[in-house]
């Protein structure tokens, strides 16, 4: 009888060793749980927040390349207008820059393409070839020559009916010796 409980206890022992084995896995495995879901709610958090930088870098980026692509724009233009500039002798500018905003054409002239045009009409006196030369160049301009039927076409819009059928607007087109007709620039393609 005694050998019994003997083993009745060694299988109490036996039992009792398996529970403590078993509840320490339990305990185990619920405290790795714990500590992974944990360790997963800061790799999320960690996540979200080089996701919202990342979302914020983007962002920073294309507002640099917007403004680097405006203040390249306003170099062009500076560019652009002091080419203008030093195309004069003396560069009148309170003509050019009124309001200190420079424009590519004086009051009164109209641009088309890279040019600007005055068309001097009925508000002012007839004048004869010549002197029409002479107040263009006097304005740092000359009588207008045409490069393409599309600047001629331009031209044909603004030009109106201007004091007789037998005068009008002059252009930079000139016979030499009353002949072959030809651009004041020294070209003579008249496009016919
Ligand atoms: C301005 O234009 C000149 C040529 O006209 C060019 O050599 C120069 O690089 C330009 N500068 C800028 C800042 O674009
Ligand atoms: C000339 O005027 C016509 C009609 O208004 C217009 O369709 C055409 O675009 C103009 N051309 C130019 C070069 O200004
Ligand atoms: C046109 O040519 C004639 C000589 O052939 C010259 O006297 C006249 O000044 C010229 N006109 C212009 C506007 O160049
Ligand atoms: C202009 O035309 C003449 C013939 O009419 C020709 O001999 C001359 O080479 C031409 N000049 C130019 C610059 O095309």
Request: negative net charge; proline residues 2%.
């Amino acid at each position: 009888q005694a050998d019994g409980e003997a083993a009745a206890c060694s299988h109490s022992h036996l039992l009792a060793v398996c529970l403590g084995i078993l509840c320490f896995l339990l305990v185990a495995s619920i405290s790795a749980i714990v500590y992974f879901s944990v360790l997963m709610t800061k790799q999320k958090s960690n996540l979200s927040v080089l996701t919202a930088e990342n979302e914020q870098l983007i962002t920073e980026r294309n507002l640099l390349e917007r403004e680097t692509e405006q203040l390249s724009r306003v170099t062009d233009n500076l560019n652009w207008t002091l080419s203008i500039i030093l195309r004069f002798d003396t560069f009148r500018v309170y003509e050019y820059c009124p309001d200190k905003e420079c424009q590519p054409c004086l009051k009164d002239w109209i641009q088309f393409e890279e040019k600007c045009y005055l068309f001097y009409n009925e508000d002012s006196p007839w004048m004869t070839a010549p002197e029409s030369q002479t107040h263009c160049r006097n304005k740092a301009a000359d009588l207008v020559v045409i490069d393409s039927l599309h600047e001629q076409e331009f031209i044909s819009n603004h030009t109106k009916y201007y004091y007789d059928k037998f005068h009008g607007y002059w252009l930079g087109l000139n016979t030499t010796n009353n002949k072959d007709w030809g651009w004041i620039d020294g070209r003579n393609d008249t496009l016919g």
